[in-house]
């Protein structure tokens, strides 16, 4: 990863060695209306991940998951609050609920279920420990670069999976390698650090898909799944139809992520400028084509507007000239084009524009000479991570354990 302060030496420290050194809070996108049927609950979760938090309420509640709403996924490691959403409920059954590792912190009504992306972004309060006090200037410096250039929008590791091949599973599906894609999913074990299972994918590695059955821990349902499908119809399209829809699509999204990423590293030295030929996005979101960037550039450089990159899709909106040349060699270099992405089976993706950048908002810093902590708080867009920001501070690419969320 390149970083925006790469002039600047990191400040490092111990990221999340508490639950309570990684904080966020959950932006609404807009005030809820206080009536209505859906009934919304802000909740505080402490080291567990949003799906088992909403797991547990829906348990108790008597409701079902799959018509529960929420914005946004919020790591495990850590205390964060967010909103959930359930229609026709008991909302002072809701309000009272004692669920361990949650605690209900208001009620209040809407008139739409929550959806992903209904946010505008999170607040976040995180503590680096075992600082050296003499580094604590080289923190604010950097986040001096970033407040006036931006953040560089990468996708982070987290959303390629622990093996880091999360995209090219979704090139595989879009290439419609069925082969291929069940090859990555169950095999290469040299990649595999958990002991069990790496025998489990030597076995299958093998062509031995009795053993490997066998072998694989019983928790891991995905691909316990995949075998059982591959022994019923071979490695084709039928045996992908058996896998969870949400995984496939977790996959294709991993692809795109990894193509706006080159997209980015390509134009790194210049992330923060606008070209003849962008597509460049204001702060509400909208996109427009740049025909004069050197008109542009000044609302660029104030970071009124920003650069997108492509996560590519067959409907996606695209740029002109020596742009869109730039991110048409780099689907082509894949041996894909944007029609590659209309796959059907409900796994198409039409595609969206990403900023190149992101504004780093409400910044605040600690620093506890005795305790050696560097308290950081601050504010960011949706879809954003948290740990790009980390890892500029501290200089530390693997230092900042995964998350799940915005």
Known sequence: ????????????????SLLEDFVVDEIPAYPFSGSGTH?????????????EALRRICREMGFSERDAGYAGLKDARGITRQWFSLEHVDADKLMAL??????????TRHGNKLKRGHLAGNRFEITLRDIDPQHVPLAAATLE????????????SQRFGQRGDNDALGLCLVRQD????????????????????????KAFADGNLEEA?????????????ALKALQEYGPTERALKRLPQKNKQFYLSALQSRLFNQC????????????????AQKENGACFLVEDAALEQPRAASLEISATGPVFGFKMQQPAGKVLEFEQQVLADCGLTPESFDMGGGLGQKGDRRAYRFPLRDVQTTHDAEQRTLKLSFSLPKGCYATIVLKEITKLDQSVLPTEGD
């Not at 990863?1 to 999340?16: F, L, N, Q, R």
């Not at 004692?98 to 009620?107: G, T, W």
């Not at 059955?213 to 799944?225: A, S």
């Open 1 to 16: 990863m390149k970083y925006a302060s790469h002039g600047i030496a990191g400040c490092k420290g111990t990221i999340k």
């Open 39 to 51: 009934v919304l609950v802000q909740v505080e979760k402490t080291g567990i991940s949003t799906f």
């Open 98 to 107: 004692q669920i361990p590792k949650l605690r209900m912190l208001a009620v």
């Open 145 to 156: 670069v970033l407040r006036k250039r931006g953040v560089p929008n990468w996708y982070d």
């Open 178 to 201: 069925w082969p291929g894609f069940f090859d990555l999913l169950l095999g290469k074990p040299e990649l595999e650090s958990h002991l069990p299972t790496q025998q489990a994918r």
């Open 213 to 225: 059955i066998k072998l694989w821990p019983h928790n891991q349902n995905l691909e316990r799944g």
């Open 264 to 279: 980015l590293e390509r134009r790194f030295d210049t992330f923060d400028q606008v070209r003849t030929g962008d597509l």
